[in-house]
């Protein structure tokens, strides 16, 4: 019993490890013989022109390396009045070449300028929320002037302190914060110093509100004037992705998170599983009638009349049964679009077990939990059909249904995987309260009972 305990304790410590491990996602700094330096992290990709000491354009990694942004005399360029300041000198985390890190990229300008020395710092930040900060610092009696990156200048906006852009074509938005003053046209008047923080990437509520924690209800307003932004089920969408951020706030995995969800959705339809329960055990009890029945008309259409007088008479609905796998559909749906709409954070989500990454879909990715659900869903069959060929008919189905899936996210069948193991276990739970029997392996696969000696 010791040595078992010792076995159940190390796999239990091994699994926790898995859920712990954070692997944070690499930065590539790509440096070309012509100047341009490209910084590409897992949600994005920006191109910079050490030259001209400004961004060039910008790319969405998520959505197959997108240009979502291109130059227009906006990309973070600095002026003093109307002088636009050129470079002397550039590092990008204190090197000129090129290199792969974790941690955050810093690209730094230094500047001349009538005896004065001004440093530029723009900061891609290696998370999950696609933001950048950026930094001047100068001398307090210099006037200057930084442009913001913009999108489509019809839906520029300045609402006190934020300076919002919006893109109606790719429902790209960025959301820019300073302490200096913002104009219509996205740029910023200062003197000296400028700290500055900008959102830059698609128009997801959680990722933004993330950000700029503090604005949520001004950006609500501000998104609410831009045609598109949001869909029309987004505030239903928002709901559920908040459950799921809560549940993630006190487990620290996504993976644990959507366990509990598994957990929580089905205590909630306890209900309908009780009903569907309650009909398998009513279907034995007449399952005696139902042969009867058989055996009396061979017709097929007089048949399945007698067998519904049956089940009218013993107040059963048969449709029962599937009640609680046509409620199962639109919750899966809704999870999947919260996984996709969520895949950001997921990939910087620390490891689940055997995976780095629960919003990513494919054969290998999947084939473990599809063989589990399978597993488990076979074993459920047992308990609840009443011959082979009805236990193969629902197993064939099923099991087909999964692999028709593959390509859907890990997390989707994580949550399938719980819930179908909550599923076995409630109807062992029923078929023991009911002696219930079920049919065996040797049945299913059409062998003789096992010859008992004594």
Known sequence: MTGKLVYVTIFVLLALMGTLAFSIPKVKVTVSSTGLVTISTKLYKYTADTKAGVLKSGYLAFEHDKKFWIYSKDGFDLYSSSTALEPIDWSINGK???????????????????????????????????????????????????????????????????FSTYSSASKSIEIGISNGKFRNNGSAEFNGNLEGKIYFGPVKNSEIFAVFPKYENVISRILKGYPGSEPWYGWFLYLFVRILNWIYSWTGNYGWAIIIFAVFVKLALYPVSHLQMKSMVQMRKIQPKMKEIQKKYKDPKKQQSELMKLYKEEGINPASGCLLALIQLPILFLLYYVIIYSKENFAYNPHFLLWTDLSIGGFGANIVLILLIVLLSSWSTLWTSTNAKQAWQSIAMFSVMEFFFVGFPVGLFLYYAVFSAMQLLTTYVVAKMYHIKGISLRELFGMNPKRRYG
């Open 96 to 162: 000129k070449r090129s290199f792969d890190t974790k941690s955050n990229v810093t690209l730094n300008f230094y500047y001349k300028f009538k005896g004065h020395k001004v440093e530029k710092s723009i900061t891609f930040v290696n998370g999950p929320n696609y933001t950048l900060l950026i930094s001047v610092k100068g001398p307090n009696n210099l006037k200057m002037r930084l442009t913001f990156p913009t999108l489509m200048s019809r839906y520029n906006e300045v609402n006190g302190v934020l």
